[in-house]
């Protein structure tokens, strides 16, 4: 296997069980997990009614059909998809990930306005193929600038640099749409195909835009014909607690959405809501073999159902506003917490050295240590791998998260 699959830990761990929001590793250690698999189990593991509904199709003989045969959970899920995303007669299309979703958003945007003059946010991460690198601003996860694209990446989730880290929210959105029309004027032929963003970008280390943000560059992008793409791969399903999908924090419908990790709990799914005539746009026939086969459609409609069911966006708001706020009144205490930020069940704690302010990847792969030692899986990330990442499951108990706060302040006083 490669040697660029990074594991986690000093001494990686295998994960052979889980029920509710817990996972047990292969030496029988039982962790918390703050982590869900890069928040792609959902709603936590062996879920009765996501079981039970992949149980019933493998019953049925059928684990795969193609879509040259119709196929009543893509139907199904695709409606209760275009639905919840707001746009315009919405079509949906499944995929087998996250970066494939993304390649046909770009397709469908760079077809329908002849251009391959895309728009992209600096520290994004989009994916594994080329389109998806080129369109991903991160050298840790970047091999090469080959790119089919000409891409040009706008300020607005970096926040934190010292140019912009004292502006107000409104001015900072100013500067940003401002710099939008100045790279439009000088760096690009004007016909540019699309932007394509995180609402809240997951490798990045849950940096984001203020809300509002991508508002204001739609009306920017709507006067030139640019298309917006959201990359909702992190941040849909109710995760940040605010919305249903992380671009409607901003009040904006964007053209398209793509969708995957958490839709399945697991089970391999992704996809692209479009509006109707970008979706239809593309004059040649197509299809993924296994997007959408009937194994991901059941795991995935008995996914979405529960999320829906047991209101777990409001949960997600609940449980991260006890956490954030509990992260940010005990970082006072410690002067390496350069910043606690987040949405929802979606937040993270930035490291840096107390002297300087300088990212600190060290104390985060120290923290990392502390939390596994304390039986609490999270995550790392950010551009510079200082940046603690946690993205429990929807699920997550009052119980399970003030245990998950407590041990992540013992982590940061070990740190101190
Ligand atoms: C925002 C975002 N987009 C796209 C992807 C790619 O998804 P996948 O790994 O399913 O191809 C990821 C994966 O981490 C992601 O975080």
């Excluded at 959201?230 to 992380?246: H, K, P, S």
């Excluded at 809501?273 to 086969?293: E, K, P, Q, S």
Aim: glycine share 12%; with cysteine.
């Amino acid at each position: 296997m490669p040697n660029w699959l990074a594991l986690y830990y000093d001494q990686p761990i295998e994960i052979v069980s889980g029920k509710g929001n817990r996972v047990v590793d292969a030496e029988g250690n039982t962790y918390l997990d703050f982590f869900g698999g890069i928040l792609t189990n959902m709603i936590g593991y062996d879920v009765p009614e996501v079981r039970e509904a992949v149980e019933r199709q493998i019953a049925t003989g059928v684990v795969h059909t193609s879509t040259v045969y119709l196929l009543r959970g893509q139907v199904e899920l695709a409606e209760k998809i275009a639905a919840k995303s707001g746009i315009e007669n919405a079509k949906v299309f499944f995929t087998n990930s996250g970066t494939e979703a993304n390649e046909t958003a770009l397709l469908l945007a760079t077809y329908a306005r002849k251009s391959n003059q895309i728009l992209a946010m600096r520290q994004s991460y989009h994916g594994k193929s080329f389109a998806a690198t080129a369109v991903t601003s991160n050298r840790a996860w970047k091999n090469s600038g080959l790119s089919p694209f000409q891409v040009n990446f706008l300020h607005g989730a970096d926040r934190h640099l010292p140019q912009f880290a004292r502006l107000s929210d409104s001015d900072y959105i100013k500067v940003c749409v401002e710099d939008l029309r100045h790279v439009l004027a000088t760096a690009t032929g004007g016909d540019v195909a699309a932007l394509i963003a995180e609402p809240i970008q997951g490798v990045g280390g849950f940096t984001m835009a203020p809300d509002g943000l991508f508002k204001a560059y739609k009306e920017v992008l709507d006067e030139n014909g640019i298309l917006l793409i959201a990359d909702e791969v992190q941040t849909g399903w109710g995760r940040t607690g605010q919305n249903f999908f992380g671009i409607q924090n901003h009040d904006v419908v964007p053209d398209a959405l793509t969708f995957a990790k958490g839709l399945g709990n697991g089970f391999a799914v992704g996809g692209v809501v479009a509006r109707g005539d970008l979706m239809d746009g593309l004059h040649a026939i197509g299809l993924a073999t296994f997007g959408g086969n009937p194994i991901s459609m059941a795991a995935a409609n008995a996914t979405l159902d529960y999320v829906l069911d047991h209101d777990l966006q409001a949960n997600a708001a609940r449980q991260g506003a006890l956490l954030i706020n509990g992260l940010k009144e005990a970082a006072s205490r410690f002067p390496f917490v350069g910043d606690v930020r987040g949405k929802g069940l979606m937040f993270a704690v930035e490291l840096v050295d107390p002297e300087t302010g300088a990212p600190a990847p060290a104390l985060a792969a120290r923290m990392m240590e502390e939390m596994k030692l304390r039986g609490l899986l999270g995550g790392k990330g950010g551009l510079y791998g200082n940046v603690m990442r946690m993205a429990p499951p929807l699920t997550l108990s009052e119980a399970e998260a003030k245990e998950g706060l407590g041990i992540l302040i013992d982590c940061l006083a070990a740190l101190a």
